[in-house]
T-cell receptor, first 115, second 113 residues
Framework: DSGVTQTPKHLITATGQRVTLRCSPR?????VYWYQQSLDQGLQFLIQ???????AKGNILERFSAQQFPDLHSELNLSSLELGDSALYFC??????????????FGPGTRLTVL | SQQGEEDPQALSIQEGENATMNCSYK?????LQWYRQNSGRGLVHLILIRSNEREKHSGRLRVTLDTSKKSSSLLITASRAADTASYFC?????????????FGKGTKLSVIP
């Protein structure tokens, strides 16, 4: 158990819908990262927050957005869903925004299926 | 684009044998991390090696890093059936100010009892 929690574990929805994925980082970790894992694209970085502020963006679609709340939990919002958005979405957390030896610990993931 | 590339893509060995997986990356890094993923499940952090380190051990795991060749290897000694999983290297590169991880496509390891 990494200490990072994600809900829900599974999500099945229809095209065009909007969903929210939730992540709670390890106690004491200020930085939250979101990653997407799909069969064709592999594991890709989406976005990072540090202590409530956006720190970096990766291959995140404009239909997707995220935020980190004062209690440091984070939510990833996916809207106007398409079939190709079906994937495993991981949240990871680390102590700091960037450090020479900054280990990232991953949650169990949310499996999103868009029908 | 994916910065890390693992080699081989798949590896099948007998229990008790050693397994070696290689990883290459393209740009300067701060550290390189290895993860294990059991089928469709979460990523388990195995080991982190910093760019100024050449070798690191953790139990049956040995990781090496060659920054001149931009490559790393993960050795699992005395493999067990429970080691069956996909293994990913992930590089954390400097310059972006974020230290997000860039993953390779992974090596699928099968350990036959």
């Amino acid at each position: 158990d990494s200490g990072v929690t994600q809900t829900p574990k599974h999500l099945i929805t229809a095209t065009g819908q909007r969903v929210t994925l939730r992540c709670s980082p390890r106690s004491g970790d200020l930085s939250v990262y979101w990653y997407q894992q799909s069969l064709d694209q592999g594991l890709q970085f989406l976005i990072q927050y540090y202590n409530g502020e956006e720190r970096a963006k990766g291959n995140i679609l404009e239909r997707f957005s995220a935020q980190q709340f004062p209690d440091l939990h984070s939510e990833l919002n996916l809207s106007s869903l398409e079939l190709g958005d079906s994937a495993l979405y991981f949240c990871a957390s680390s102590v700091a925004a960037g450090a020479y030896y900054n280990e990232q610990f991953f949650g169990p993931g949310t499996r999103l299926t868009v029908l | 684009s994916q910065q890390g590339e693992e080699d081989p893509q798949a590896l099948s060995i007998q229990e008790g044998e050693n397994a070696t997986m290689n990883c290459s990356y393209k740009t300067s890094i701060n550290n390189l991390q290895w993860y294990r993923q059991n089928s469709g499940r979460g990523l388990v952090h195995l080991i982190l090696i910093r760019s100024n380190e050449r070798e690191k051990h953790s139990g049956r795991l040995r990781v090496t890093l060659d920054t001149s060749k931009k490559s790393s290897s993960l050795l699992i000694t005395a493999s067990r059936a429970a080691d069956t999983a996909s293994y990913f290297c992930a590089s954390s590169y400097s310059g972006a100010g974020s230290y997000q991880l860039t993953f390779g496509k992974g090596t699928k390891l099968s350990v036959i009892p």
